[in-house]
């Protein structure tokens, strides 16, 4: 039995009991929402959910509690999500790998339509990053190094975004990484500062405190920060496609409209607000909500594209 289904036995046995379709209540909701991080405390997906639940939490008038479901890049708690009862209360933060590079890249409990997608938070561009202490402190100097010898780096599941991306972006700067899996990208982080690896493939509400704190460089990143307005980007070296993260709220499918409807509204509302904006920018991350047919199309193309790129890479 595959390790990560056979992790998932336990929860999903109990949880998938009185998962059928169950009608929204008219005061929906009348008790605590759950929301399931699949990676570890203090990660880019662990931040920019509980930002998100803060705010909500006002606006719905019930509390909505983050928990931390760690394993498999990210499978794990996105399984037990996904056995979850379909009513609203139990939520989960997907993203990139989650939902739509791991179900193409391994074997998983879920798939894409297994969820009712309901809103999109922030994006976050990815980014190779390094020591202070490291002897590496251009992308230029990494690669050349990394040509000639076995480079360590981070990364957050065998297969998630961060592995298939950097993946991407070594095949075409020429070198080949050792990839040692965390559980989240803060976890990377705290190996690549500790001296324990190389390098991480890393977002910024996991990069940018070590950076700003001067313990950390980075190398290049997808995109120009104005927090961080001197980095080179990949295209800079010639490296070419789109190396973006995020993050979004997702339910079980089968999830009532009235559901999808009312955490919309009160998160369209709640991202207007100047203390969230704030919240988001002070981690690093982008606001960019999003919802409804464009978003949901958008990433069944992208789903489509990894699972082509699974097939070329077997």
């Known amino acids: 039995m595959n390790i990560v289904k056979k992790s998932l036995l336990g929860f999903m046995g109990a949880l998938a009991i009185g998962a059928s379709a169950t009608p929204a209540l008219a005061d929906y909701p009348n008790k605590p929402i759950k929301v399931i991080v699949p990676y570890g405390a203090g990660g880019d997906s662990d931040l920019t959910t509980r ?28 399984g037990i999500a996904s056995a979850a009862r379909n009513d609203g209360y139990t939520l989960v933060n997907a993203g990139l790998s989650t939902m739509l ?53 981070g990364s957050f599941g065998a297969s998630s975004s961060g592995t298939v991306l950097a993946t991407i972006i070594a095949d075409q700067a020429g070198y080949k990484p050792k990839f040692v899996h965390a559980n ?33 460089t980075i190398l290049a990143m997808n995109q120009k920060m104005e927090k961080f307005p001197n980095v080179p980007t990949f295209a800079d070296y010639g490296i070419k496609g789109s190396f973006e993260g995020w993050s979004g709220i ?30 988001y920018q002070n981690i690093g991350a982008i606001v960019d909500f999003r919802y409804g047919d464009d978003w949901i199309s958008d990433m069944k193309l992208t789903y489509q594209i990894m699972k082509d790129t699974a097939e070329k890479m077997k």
Do not use: C
């Open 184 to 216: 989240s990208t803060s976890e990377s982080m705290t190996s690549v500062i500790g001296g324990h690896i190389d390098s991480a493939i890393s977002l910024p509400p996991a990069f940018g405190p070590h950076v700003e704190a001067g313990r950390a």
């Open 101 to 153: 590079v791991s179900p193409n890249f391994s074997s998983t409990p879920y798939d894409f339509d297994s969820f009712t997608p309901i809103i999109k938070m922030t994006s976050l561009p990815f980014a190779v990053v390094v020591s202070k202490e490291s002897p590496y402190q251009t992308f230029e100097e990494f690669v050349a190094a990394a040509k000639t010898k076995t480079m360590t780096q």
């Open 250 to 279: 997702f339910a079980p499918k089968g999830v009532p409209q009235e559901v999808v409807d009312k955490l919309v509204a009160v998160t369209e509302k709640v991202m207007q607000d100047p203390k969230v904006i704030q919240s």
């Open 51 to 78: 930002i998100w639940a803060d705010a909500v939490e006002d606006e719905l008038g019930v509390p909505v509690v983050v928990i931390n479901k760690t394993g498999g890049g990210g499978v794990v708690g996105t």
